[in-house]
T-cell receptor, first 114, second 110 residues
């Protein structure tokens, strides 16, 4: 039990639609990161937010965007969905360890794009 | 581009056997982490190694960070069915960028 929750657990969308995924971090965690995990692969870093500002981004197009709120919740928005966006989307909140490297993952949202 | 390659990809062993999982890269990382992920859950952090050559032990699990901080290994002694899962290494660059490996799916048979 990491204290990080995500909703919904599963989602089915069609190509071209938009989707919003939500994450609730542990209280006091100022950092939240989002990852995409395709079937059979390791997670790929999408972006990270620190105190409501994006402070790092992986190789994902601008149609992947995010928000972080003062109440330790965050969102991942994906526009113009493509079939390849089908994956498990994970959020991870940062515990603020010495190297700012302790992160706690939620259970993920499994997105299927048809 | 996958910067961290794990081997083997799949491993099925009998309870009580030993195994080693490797995580290799041509890039240097400031630190490296190992996670275990079970179906329907997010990855759970097992260990963070920071110093080149560092060895950490967590019960039956031994983690080693390469001298050059480009590779790592995870050794499990006397594997148990509860060790079954997807093992992921993650290299860390800077303060925020995590690069995950390709994963090793372990199944321990009773």
């Amino acid at each position: 039990e990491t204290g990080v929750t995500q909703s919904p657990t599963h989602l089915i969308k069609t190509r071209g639609q938009q989707v919003t995924l939500r994450c609730s971090s542990q209280s006091g965690h100022n950092t939240v990161s989002w990852y995409q995990q395709a079937l059979g692969q390791g997670p790929q870093f999408i972006f990270q937010y620190y105190r409501e500002e994006e402070n790092g981004r992986g190789n994902f197009p601008p149609r992947f965007s995010g928000l972080q709120f003062p109440n330790y919740s965050s969102e991942l928005n994906v526009n113009a969905l493509e079939l390849d966006d089908s994956a498990l989307y994970l959020c991870a909140s940062g515990g603020g360890g010495m190297y700012q490297e302790t992160q706690y993952f939620g259970p993920g949202t499994r997105l299927l794009v048809l | 581009t996958q910067l961290l390659e794990q081997s083997p990809q799949f491993l099925s062993i009998q309870e009580g056997e030993n195994l080693t999982v490797y995580c290799n890269s041509s890039s240097v990382f400031s630190s490296l982490q190992w996670y275990r992920q079970e179906p329907g859950e997010g990855p759970v952090l097992l260990v963070t190694v920071v110093t080149g050559g560092e060895v950490k032990k967590l019960k039956r699990l031994t983690f080693q960070f390469g001298d050059a901080r480009k590779d790592s290994s995870l050794h499990i002694t006397a594997a148990q069915p509860g060790d079954t899962g997807l093992y992921l290494c993650a290299g860390i660059r800077g303060t925020y960028k995590y690069i995950f490996g390709t994963g090793t799916r372990l199944k321990v048979l009773a």
